[in-house]
């Protein structure tokens, strides 16, 4: 099997995917407007999708944990004296990034006492406005400890206010948002040219698409054609990751580029696309993330990045932030142009790295993850970071590593949930991701209707929705549905009866009068397979899911020194374990993985509300492997990978593999064994 790196594009843009062209003269939820591109499907508001089962637990986890409560847990910058409340404490991103995700989640969840935290912040951000259209934060303060204090004109920090903006719009219609905006977006176009995206700061350079995608959201609302024209400008004054992906080696090196700035940036030529459509701007992202996989891509879904590009050595950290950013690129690029490759990497680092590196309590994450990963423990490892992080970006902390995660991690499933749904330009449904949910939307001549999908995916392979609407008469529309490229047999039923059986790497739509209590069936074969990685290593894949070596976990909590409290907190636990990790698969494993596995699935836990954790993990594959004594520790990680195929005297025995986003511990990449 390729590496998932290399599947991209695997379907059709939005010219061709099916039902793509509107179907009524009247679209239930506008598209682009001209002349920019159409996008194959169209985002839901805030608070139409309402997450369930499993994903309703880590949406409750974030409630109660972390997310709900950063004022308490971290208020020397989410608390009063922060900038973006008018304070003389933190001017930067952190608080941003705090509401950014703070906020979806108050209005998937509909709750007031959450709502309640994020209004102070919108009310200041509106309020600071200036007659010029500045806003936010405009004096620097002297430097203190743990606090970014002395760049409050930054371009970069905005972009963040900018997305929350366009959500808090989203949930509330607040007319002063779109002024507010308008205002700014003006003061752009004027000051830009003086004082351009990096004249504070590189990060703004790497992190335009985001400022960008804001204001071809703000075109659509408006119509105001100096918002094109800012486009353009922010498109030339921002990294050309374009010409990056299409011309140069950068991915093909080691620290040629931030590991948060590549994963932001990875949308924009597809953000930039909706303006110029171009097949060159589609055809860069397809070639960044072929490169990429070359010397960097990790099984996961994420690239070893620590924090510059180093490698696809499974002892190479994943940064956090990376991967909730580069969540929220997927979602963008998938509703743009429709490509199911992007849904299938979306899931994939959703199911795989995301669970792994927070907490089952939402409390303290992980800043670096490593795909091999057998001691997660305060130690010196092979890290750009080591020198300046003191040895602490794989425990499981609150500031430990860097506090950018820690204030970041938040938006990662908030923005997940509310992507499992799309309206279509032919005013029917999209399911393109899967999870446990509910949608409630216009469809057809205006009708509403909600469909509700009740799922263990992806802990099993049964899709089952639900439509219900009031009224006998029917309403006639498209539901779309996203076959996976992994996916081989897939079967579509409606009301018992079969009516599909779709390829992988597809979009189904099944176009038909629908009524009150209809059922559809979305069957989704998983089979056994194997991928190649580092040092030619393998990793086992069923579904969208990366299975690792089952090891049991021993947490310690541990404090940190007097000392060094203000800078990494107060606590954080270090986990060990007394199994063996250092096996091999033999050949026949990993060349017909199907025949020489055993799965087993445990129906109870699959239902359960939460199954992130060794103890709780549903699905169980078991394969026969060998150890492998010459394979040992080094500086408390697993030692320079064998190359496979390698030798061991040892005989085999069986091991149990789980979800690799149910493991702390694990070894995902194997060596190959005779």
């Given at each position: 099997m390729n590496r998932p790196f290399c599947i991209l594009l695997a379907c059709a843009f939005a010219a061709s995917v099916p039902g793509a062209a509107a179907g009524a003269s009247a679209p239930n939820y506008p598209n682009n407007r001209a002349p920019l591109a159409p996008k194959a499907y169209v985002e839901l508001p805030l608070g139409a999708v309402r997450a369930k089962g499993w994903l309703g637990e880590m949406l409750e986890r974030q409630r109660s944990g972390a997310t709900g409560r950063m004022d308490e847990l971290y208020p020397e910058v989410m608390g009063p004296r922060n900038g973006w409340l008018g304070g003389d404490g933190d001017q930067w991103e952190r608080g941003p990034y705090w509401i950014d995700g703070l906020l979806p989640l108050a209005w998937l969840l509909d709750d007031a006492e959450l709502k309640a935290k994020v209004r102070p912040w919108i009310e200041w951000i509106l309020r600071s406005q200036r007659e010029d259209g500045y806003f936010g934060p405009a004096t620097d303060y002297p430097g203190e400890f743990g606090l970014q204090r002395n760049n409050s004109a930054d371009w970069w920090p905005r972009m963040v206010v900018l997305k929350i903006l366009q959500q808090y719009y989203s949930a509330t219609n607040d007319r002063r948002?779109?002024?507010?905006?308008?205002?700014?977006?003006?003061?752009?176009?004027?000051?830009?040219?003086?004082?351009?995206?990096?004249?504070?700061?590189?990060?703004?350079?790497?992190?335009?698409?985001?400022?960008?995608?804001?204001?071809?959201?703000?075109?659509?609302?408006?119509?105001?054609?100096?918002?094109?024209?800012?486009?353009?400008?922010?498109?030339?004054?921002?990294?050309?990751?374009?010409?990056?992906?299409?011309?140069?080696?950068?991915?093909?090196?080691?620290?040629?580029?931030?590991?948060?700035?590549?994963?932001?940036g990875f949308k924009e030529p597809v953000i930039y696309y909706q303006r110029r459509p171009e097949r060159r701007y589609l055809d860069a992202v397809k070639k960044g993330f072929s490169d990429l996989a070359l010397l960097h891509g990790q099984p996961q879904g994420m690239y070893g990045a620590d924090e510059g590009l180093h490698g696809g050595d499974p002892t190479q950290g994943s940064e956090l932030c990376a991967a909730v950013e580069m969540m929220f690129s997927l979602e963008q690029m998938m509703g743009i142009t429709g490509d199911v490759a992007f849904a299938d990497r979306l899931e994939r680092v959703a199911f795989n790295a995301l669970p792994t590196q927070v907490t089952d309590d939402f409390m303290y994450k992980q800043y670096f993850q490593q795909p091999n990963q057998v001691m997660a423990t305060r130690h010196t490892r092979n890290f750009y970071e080591d020198a300046v992080h003191a040895q602490t970006d794989v425990v499981f902390g609150t500031l430990s590593g860097f506090p950018c995660c820690y204030s970041n991690m938040h938006q990662g499933w908030p923005k997940f949930a509310q992507h499992l749904w799309f309206a279509t330009p032919d005013n029917g449904?999209?399911?393109?991701?899967?999870?446990?949910?509910?949608?409630?939307?216009?469809?057809?001549?205006?009708?509403?209707?909600?469909?509700?999908?009740?799922?263990?995916?992806?802990?099993?392979?049964?899709?089952?929705?639900?439509?219900?609407?009031?009224?006998?008469?029917?309403?006639?529309?498209?539901?779309?549905?996203?076959?996976?490229?992994?996916?081989?047999?897939?079967?579509?039923?409606?009301?018992?009866?079969?009516?599909?059986?779709?390829?992988?790497?597809?979009?189904?739509?099944?176009?038909?009068?629908?009524?009150?209590?209809?059922?559809?069936?979305?069957?989704?074969?998983?089979?056994?397979?194997?991928?190649?990685?580092?040092?030619?290593?393998?990793?086992?894949?069923?579904?969208?899911?990366?299975?690792?070596?089952?090891?049991?976990?021993?947490?310690?909590?541990?404090?940190?020194?007097?000392?060094?409290?203000?800078?990494?907190?107060?606590?954080?636990?270090?986990?060990?374990?007394?199994?063996?990790?250092?096996?091999?698969?033999?050949?026949?494993?990993?060349?017909?993985?199907?025949?020489?596995?055993?799965?087993?699935?445990?129906?109870?836990?699959?239902?359960?509300?939460?199954?992130?954790?060794?103890?709780?993990?549903?699905?169980?594959?078991?394969?026969?492997?060998?150890?492998?004594?010459?394979?040992?520790?080094?500086?408390?990680?697993?030692?320079?990978?064998?190359?496979?195929?390698?030798?061991?005297?040892?005989?085999?025995?069986?091991?149990?593999?789980?979800?690799?986003?149910c493991s702390t511990l694990r070894v995902s990449e194997f060596p190959v064994v005779w």
């Open positions: 948002v779109i002024d507010f905006m308008t205002r700014y977006f003006r003061y752009q176009l004027k000051t830009l040219p003086d004082k351009p995206l990096g004249h504070w700061s590189h990060w703004a350079v790497y992190r335009a698409c985001d400022n960008l995608q804001a204001v071809y959201w703000l075109y659509n609302l408006t119509g105001d054609g100096f918002l094109l024209e800012l486009g353009d400008l922010l498109h030339r004054q921002g990294h050309d990751y374009t010409g990056m992906f299409l011309e140069s080696d950068d991915l093909k090196r080691f620290n040629s580029i931030h590991c948060v700035n590549l994963a932001q449904v999209a399911a393109l991701i899967y999870s446990p949910s509910e949608v409630t939307l216009r469809v057809g001549d205006g009708r509403t209707v909600t469909i509700a999908e009740q799922t263990a995916y992806p802990m099993e392979e049964e899709i089952r929705f639900s439509v219900r609407m009031t009224g006998r008469d029917g309403e006639r529309f498209p539901f779309h549905l996203r076959i996976p490229g992994w996916c081989e047999g897939a079967e579509v039923e409606v009301n018992g009866e079969r009516v599909q059986s779709p390829g992988g790497g597809t979009i189904a739509v099944v176009e038909r009068e629908w009524r009150d209590g209809d059922s559809l069936v979305l069957r989704l074969p998983m089979r056994v397979v194997t991928s190649r990685w580092y040092e030619n290593s393998v990793s086992v894949e069923r579904g969208p899911l990366v299975y690792a070596l089952a090891m049991r976990e021993e947490w310690e909590l541990k404090r940190f020194p007097d000392a060094e409290v203000r800078q990494f907190g107060r606590e954080y636990y270090e986990v060990t374990s007394p199994d063996a990790w250092n096996y091999g698969l033999p050949v026949r494993v990993a060349d017909k993985p199907a025949e020489n596995s055993r799965v087993e699935v445990d129906a109870a836990k699959a239902r359960s509300r939460y199954f992130w954790n060794y103890e709780n993990a549903p699905v169980r594959i078991r394969v026969k492997a060998k150890r492998m004594p010459a394979w040992g520790l080094y500086n408390e990680m697993t030692g320079p990978l064998p190359y496979s195929v390698g030798t061991t005297p040892c005989p085999e025995e069986e091991v149990e593999l789980i979800p690799y986003g």
